[in-house]
């Protein structure tokens, strides 16, 4: 089927006339589109929204608009609407029209169009990560250096706080989708045997719909910046700047970008799975992908729904969270907390996934208990659901409560444990390859455990008291998403890299960089869970001298950092472009993935597979199959 | 509707595809629903704070209660004939389907009309207290969820009109009568919830 596919391909793609429209939408016409929009809404919209008593809300209400037409006009302008639209109309798409959004012999060109292959957009998802990552990181040495004094003073107060804040929006965003976009979409659908996600053009549509909204994020630095921070709390952001709208326009079409995604994904993994692909032949990656994406369907509309209250407290004068008309601020609290605290292990699950299947492919041992890790990776996401108000016992709602919620916390340990004990029940008397995936799991399994530690102790109430809102906290989380969640993301790059691009990621400088950050990292933080043990508050530009020491020692881990990830950054780029060509299967994995050529064909394979064991049978192969 | 791609490129049968465009819709409608649920999470929980006696606008001013439910009403209308236009669908009676799926698209955006006529006509502004902010909120998301479903149906009765539709080919309108009934459901919870005044 799929040969005589390709056959009436070649015959008709010159054929590029029947194409129509969509021929000539692209990321130009997106940004000609979307500029003009911006433009002529914000023309009319200041003529016609009149000056009231109020001057900020009707400033606010003309750069929602003008945000909305930017977003409205950049979505026409890449192609999203023209699958609706035609739909509406009956006009359904033909086969050169479906080649052609495919991104069949585009070459470049494809990854500057609304292009619904799964593989392109799982690398456009990848530069977009590796180029939030690399803005995010600039900010952080921005933070780090002014903390290099005591007194700070290389920043203003209120655009330090900004940076903090757009800092932490920039990494969260990054690290959401730094394993379900790149390698969810590029691996997840050849992994279980298919030929493309369950909805390419919705697949197109996600990460459009981030990308729509990045110069709206950037903008926020010339509105005004964001400084109530990354979590927006109210009534302070009601009273903050007109970035903040920028901030609230931003979260509102990630969430729906994530709820596309997050459907989509699931989709897939549910019903187009190989033939003889039961659950118990399902990888792990794949269940953990669903798991997080799953987790994230519910939980990001509720968080949209905080930023929604939030625009029409600023633009119209509601009240949600004022509590002098009526409003309340824990509202908003928990608003943000459902969704902040499953969203954690919406970015921690897909790494320990990632790690999981790269562990017995390198210790050449089967997996240690499948059925352990699915229970550990179902415990984790049903009682994320349960966590959130952890972290409000300060703010005094339900004091009653903090006994439930700390005890549902301290619980979550049990199920994340579980998949400690697969990892090291892998690696025990495996014959181990040290290759640079490899090294991303020991790193992983030694950052987590600080990570997870200092997590329990943050969930005891007393403990949480006295802590709360100190650095000890900041470098917890750090050492979580980033110390876990990145680190993990990293050996998942090392992983399929050449699967992705073909060629093998340059070890010698993967390996230089490893060490740089991870030894970095160490010294970072344990520089930050030393003053904020003595008492540092977090989010502050200035601060006593007694926490010198600790914060100039963070600041040269943070140096260290940067150097490792510049050094992995250029080894990406080097390699992409020049590196040893990978053959289909450079380290003898038993996953689908690694059963079709480098490059991998536009339809992935050219008869779907059939699969018949799964997929750890590692040391055990060879006697089956004599 | 997106899988179009999968039908044309991959020759993926009718019901294959039409599988997955039922998963994905009840995926989004999840998503959704987490939507609506913390929107009557909010207005209860505002109601019940009612911080610094804020809930009522100071005028007491509120909306008819039956405001809400006439909406509804149109509502189930236009789902009732959607549905009944799917089983004309199944059984490849064209004309009764597509006179089905019109008139479902009519009282959809008389439906919207209402809703919108019911919003330029609000009593109170939305910054008259939390009650108020609560109100706008839950019909302005019902309008936006009328448009979008308007559109739907409207497309549905288009594309029966073109001859798209029939018993081997009736995934569109099973994965939109879904939708329209979730409009429905979130639709009843807005107006529950604005029953629930004092």
Redesign the interface.
């Known amino acids: 089927m799929a040969s005589e596919l390709i056959t009436e391909d070649t015959t008709r793609h010159s054929a590029n006339k029947s194409v129509g429209i969509i021929r000539h939408l692209n990321f130009g016409t997106a940004i000609i589109v979307g500029a003009l929009s911006a433009v002529t809404v914000n023309r009319i919209a200041t003529k016609l929204i009149i000056e009231g008593d109020e001057t900020w809300r009707r400033h606010d209400q003309i750069v929602m608009a003008t945000m909305l037409a930017w977003f409205i006009g950049f979505m026409t302008g890449i192609g999203a609407l023209v699958g609706p639209t035609r739909w509406f109309f009956g006009k359904d798409l033909n086969h050169d029209e479906a080649m052609f959004l495919a991104g069949k012999d585009m070459g470049l060109k494809r990854y500057f169009r609304y292009t619904t292959d799964h593989k392109v957009v799982g690398i456009q998802y990848l530069i977009l990560t590796i180029s939030l990552f690399f803005i995010g990181g600039v900010l952080a040495m921005l933070i780090r250096t002014n903390l290099g004094h005591a007194s700070g003073g290389l920043i203003p107060p209120q655009v330090y706080n900004s940076i903090v804040g757009f800092h932490g929006l920039i990494m969260i965003i990054a690290t959401i989708i730094m394993i379900t976009g790149p390698f969810g979409n590029f691996i997840l659908p050849i992994m279980i045997g298919a030929r493309d996600m369950a909805f390419p053009r919705l697949n197109a549509l996600s990460f459009w719909l981030v990308i729509s909204v990045l110069p709206i994020l950037a903008a926020t630095i010339a509105l005004g910046g964001i400084p109530m921070g990354w979590s927006g709390y109210n009534p302070l952001a009601d009273q903050g700047p007109l970035g903040v709208d920028s901030y609230i326009f931003t979260i509102v079409i990630f969430a729906i970008s994530s709820a596309v995604a997050g459907a989509n994904i699931t989709t897939t993994a549910m019903k187009m799975r190989a033939r003889g692909m039961n659950w118990s032949r399902t990888p792990l990656f794949v269940f953990g992908t669903v798991a997080s994406v799953a987790l994230a369907l519910p939980a990001f509309p509720v968080f949209m729904l905080s930023q929604v209250m939030s625009a029409m407290d600023r633009s119209f004068g509601a009240n949600f969270f004022n509590p002098e008309f009526g409003g309340s601020a824990w509202l908003y609290e928990n608003l943000f907390w459902i969704m902040g605290h499953p969203e954690v292990y919406v970015i921690l699950i897909p790494a320990v996934v990632a790690i999981m299947e790269i562990t017995p492919v390198f210790a050449r041992k089967p997996l240690f208990s499948f059925n352990m890790a699915i229970v550990g990776i179902f415990g984790i996401v049903g009682l994320s659901i349960f966590v959130w108000a952890h972290h409000m016992y300060i703010s005094g709602w339900a004091p009653l409560l903090n006994g439930p919620f700390m005890l549902t916390t301290e619980l979550i340990s049990i199920p994340t444990g579980l998949l400690f004990l697969v990892i090291l029940g892998t690696i025990w008397r495996g014959s181990v390859w040290t290759r640079l995936p490899m090294l991303s799991v020991y790193a992983m399994l030694f950052n987590f455990i600080i990570g997870g530690v200092t997590g329990i102790f943050l969930s005891d109430v007393p403990e949480d008291a006295a802590l709360h809102g100190s650095m000890f906290v900041t470098a917890h989380f750090h050492y979580t998403l980033m110390g876990a969640g990145l680190t993990g993301a990293l050996g998942a790059l090392a992983y399929w890299f050449p699967k992705m691009t073909g060629r093998m990621l340059d070890e010698k400088l993967g390996r230089i960089s490893f060490w740089l950050v991870q030894v970095g990292f160490t010294v970072t933080f344990f520089g930050m869970f030393a003053v904020g043990l003595m008492g540092q508050p977090r989010r502050v530009e200035a601060y006593d001298i007694i926490f010198r020491n600790g914060n100039l020692i963070s600041t040269i881990g943070a140096y260290t950092i940067f150097i490792g990830m510049l050094i992995l950054l250029s080894a990406v780029i080097t390699s992409w472009r020049n590196g040893e060509i990978a053959g289909p299967n450079p380290w003898g994995a038993q996953t689908l993935e690694w059963m079709t050529p480098t490059p991998v064909p536009l339809e992935n394979f050219e008869v779907l597979p059939v699969v018949t064991s799964n997929p750890y049978q590692y040391g055990i192969k060879q006697e089956s199959s004599s | 509707?997106?899988?179009?791609?999968?039908d044309?490129?991959?020759?993926e049968s009718a019901a294959t595809v039409g599988?997955?465009d039922r998963?994905?819709v009840l995926?989004?409608v999840?998503?959704?629903?987490?939507?609506a649920l913390?929107?009557v999470f909010?207005y209860f929980?505002?109601r019940m704070?009612?911080?610094?006696?804020?809930?009522i606008p100071v005028d007491g001013g509120t909306a008819d209660k039956m405001n809400s439910w006439i909406v509804v009403g149109a509502l189930i209308v236009s789902a009732l004939l959607f549905r009944l236009g799917f089983k004309a669908t199944s059984l490849s009676n064209k004309g009764r389907s597509l006179a089905c799926y019109s008139l479902s698209g009519v009282t959809m955006l008389l439906a919207t009309g209402i809703q919108l006529d019911q919003i330029l006509h609000i009593p109170f502004?939305?910054?008259e207290?939390?009650?108020?902010?609560?109100y706008?909120?839950i019909t302005y998301?019902n309008l936006i969820h009328l448009v979008l479903t308007a559109?739907i149906v409207?497309?549905i009765a288009?594309?029966d009109?073109?001859g798209?539709l029939n018993s081997e080919k009736r995934w569109h309108p099973l994965v939109s009568n879904i939708w329209l009934n979730w409009v429905v459901i979130s639709a009843t919870l807005g107006a529950i919830c604005t029953m629930y005044v004092k």
């Open positions: 509707m997106t899988t179009q791609t999968h044309v490129l991959h020759h599988v997955r998963q994905g995926l989004l999840l998503a959704d629903a987490a939507f913390s929107v909010s929980y505002l704070g009612n911080t610094s006696n804020g809930w502004g939305v910054s207290g939390t009650y108020s902010s609560c706008y909120l998301t559109f409207l497309g288009n594309r009109r073109l798209l």
